[in-house]
């Protein structure tokens, strides 16, 4: 703020006492301040009349300062993913078109992306009075705009506010122009500099906003829109697989979500939740609501081509994706699976509040595997999911969605964990034996002519002294990362939702006794090259030593929440014992004890055969209206 000073000259003779007049006072313009404000106190409004945006203004907190979107979409669907050649783009050139890519506000949509500030009217400004608007810090990473009768320009360095416009009050808005990476680099606060020069006084004032994180979905957040692969062919497994994505429409329509899927056809990888996830960016909108951009993060796993629908048939208006092309992979390149990423809802423990969920993923700690370094600093860069890494080291494919799931609760905190519980599946057989029914078979799928149904009964799995020891291997491993969560959440034994569930490290034994792999064509996570073999290669999901397992029933906690009651399960193809499948009515009981009801789809051939089940072929698109910036229960 300047200061002026007014000042009168008074001489005085030291004899005579003569009183020399004195010097004219000249009026002065009554001073004018540079003031500019933002939406501090996230109401959607910037508020030019009162102080609700001033105190603070200068400096960001979790609690209070101004946000601003990476503006990362595509409104005017400008984006190619072709050259001017007509072949596809270089990977690496993908994600180099977006809004904030170019110098313009790209149609109304775009300028509702824009952050607004204002700066307060000086209506005693007087004629030669100029202003200028600079960004301070993060240059770089944002672009600031000027709104003029002819549409919104570029803030530049020659950019001069008239005193006319300063009179009047000028309108700003700003954008980022990618999220934040690596606070290393860019911690994502961007100051702005505004100054008044006039009759050789200036005036300044400056505002701190900061880009909205990055957030990935949680399971208090309704499900609008589901993603999910289909495959062209004829082939039996490809009939199947459609077959599979026309029943999960049904389900997806009777669970209230009307919004048609989003379906993959290319590239032929049917592990729709692997090679993306959904994210969202959102700022204080009209009304306090947000405004909200959708982003896919796609996996860092520059093998997996089908991420590239991401841009092809995705990227556009309110919806823009981002990539670490290049980026150094895990050493167990699986882990860099977006099945491998969960989101625990909201909660606050020990006095750390995670208002918009927190991130869980899986590390194989008997080899020191993480998640790829870019991947977790990029998660970590966002300052609001801190991700917590639990041991998938037992796990063949390795992602933390093939035990543990998080549920809508009607509790305090708002949800429940679900998680698998093989010594619940053990019972279930053993209690079965007992009963005299030890000849039936373990599974009472159909064969397939890609996936003959494994024959053995439960009297032969349970004399497999294998079946036992993978199974206890699973539940001391499924114990030690329960007890990790609850050291990190608060969360009690009360609330554990213990699901039926069975594990294997290797092949299940067929009529002749000849062992059938339990991972086969379409393994999850395989490369093209890879499935038709069922190889690894890098990104394969057989099982590459004696203590990595799977889903030896289909995994029912690898299923998708529909709806805050309703939920769809791999069908379980378990011992029919009087008509019934004993592993579906132990499911569908463990899940109906918390509040939901269950339906059941068959993905046995399609994706339990591949590693995977109804969760890893599928994705969801969720609400974004629940502001992240508002504190969660406890």
Request: proline content about 7%; hydrophobic content about 40%; glycine content about 10%.
């Amino acid at each position: 703020m300047s200061t002026r000073l007014r000042r009168t000259v008074v001489a005085t003779a030291l004899t005579g006492a003569v009183l020399l007049p004195a010097a004219p006072v000249v009026a002065q313009p009554p001073p004018v301040w540079a003031d500019l404000r933002a939406d501090v106190d996230r109401d959607g409004v910037v508020d030019v009349t009162g102080h609700f945006d001033e105190a603070g203004e200068d400096r960001w907190t979790p609690a209070r300062g101004a946000v601003f979107l990476p503006n990362i979409d595509d409104d005017a669907r400008r984006c190619r993913t072709t050259g001017t050649d007509g072949k596809p783009l270089p990977p690496a050139e993908l994600d180099r078109c977006n809004d904030a890519s170019d110098e313009k506000v790209n149609g109304a949509e775009d300028e509702k992306d824009l952050a607004r500030l204002r700066t307060v009217p000086v209506p005693n400004a007087a004629d030669g009075t100029t202003g200028t608007v600079r960004i301070a810090s993060g240059a770089r990473h944002v672009r600031l705009f000027v709104k003029r009768p002819a549409g919104w320009e570029p803030v530049t360095s020659a950019t001069r506010l008239s005193a006319a416009e300063l009179r009047k009050g000028v309108e700003l808005g700003l954008e980022g122009r990618d999220v934040v990476r690596d606070r290393a680099r860019w911690d994502g606060t961007a100051h702005i500099d505004f100054a008044i020069s006039s009759g050789g006084t200036r005036s300044s004032d400056r505002v701190a906003l900061r880009v909205a994180p990055l957030l990935t979905h949680h399971h208090l957040q309704r499900a609008r829109q589901l993603l999910v692969t289909q495959l062209p062919g004829n082939s039996a497994y490809e009939v199947a697989q459609r077959e599979f994505v026309r029943r999960l429409e049904v389900e997806a329509e009777r669970a209230g979500i009307t919004e048609p899927p989003v379906k993959f056809t290319k590239y032929d990888d049917v592990w729709a939740q692997d090679f993306v996830e959904p994210a969202y960016a959102s700022m204080p909108g009209p009304g306090g609501k947000p405004r909200s951009l959708r982003i896919m993060l796609r996996s860092a796993q520059d093998l997996r081509e089908a991420g590239r629908q991401l841009f092809e048939k995705m990227r556009g208006p309110g919806v823009g994706v981002v990539q670490l092309w290049g980026a150094e992979p895990s050493a167990d390149p699986s882990l860099d699976s977006m099945g491998n990423l969960e989101t625990i809802p909201p909660y606050t423990h020990q006095g750390r509040a995670f208002p918009a969920g927190r991130i869980i993923m899986g590390e194989r700690k008997d080899s020191g595997a993480k998640p790829a370094e870019a991947v977790r600093k990029l998660l970590e860069a966002q300052g609001v999911q801190n991700p917590l890494l639990l041991d998938t080291s037992w796990l063949a494919v390795g992602h933390v969605d093939e035990f543990v799931q998080f549920l809508p609760a009607t509790t305090a905190r708002g949800w429940k964990i679900g998680l698998a519980d093989p010594e619940a599946g053990m019972a279930i057989l053993r209690d079965a034996e007992a009963a005299g029914h030890g000849a039936r078979r373990v599974f009472s799928a159909p064969d397939a002519p890609q996936s003959p149904a494994p024959k053995e009964t439960i009297a032969q799995a349970l004399a497999s002294g294998t079946l036992r020891a993978d199974n206890a291997l699973a539940s001391r491993r499924i114990r030690a990362n329960l007890e990790l969560l609850k050291r990190a959440t608060g969360v009690t034994d009360a609330e554990v939702v213990r699901v039926p569930a069975l594990f294997t490290r290797g092949s299940a034994t067929n009529q002749e006794g000849v062992r059938v792999p339990r991972l086969r064509r379409m393994g999850r996570d395989a490369p093209p090259a890879a499935v038709e073999h069922g190889q690894r290669e890098g990104l394969g999901a057989t099982a590459r030593s004696t203590t990595e397992t799977g889903a030896y029933i289909p995994g029912a906690v690898n299923g998708v929440l529909l709806g805050p009651d309703r939920y769809l399960a791999p069908r379980q193809w378990g011992p029919v014992i009087d008509g019934k499948d004993v592993f579906a009515e132990a499911v569908t009981g463990a899940y109906r004890r918390a509040g939901l009801r269950v339906s059941y789809i068959d993905d046995f051939h399609t994706y339990h055969a591949g590693g995977g089940e109804v969760h890893c072929g599928t994705n969801t698109l969720r609400d974004t209206s629940r502001p992240w910036w508002t504190p969660p229960a406890g």
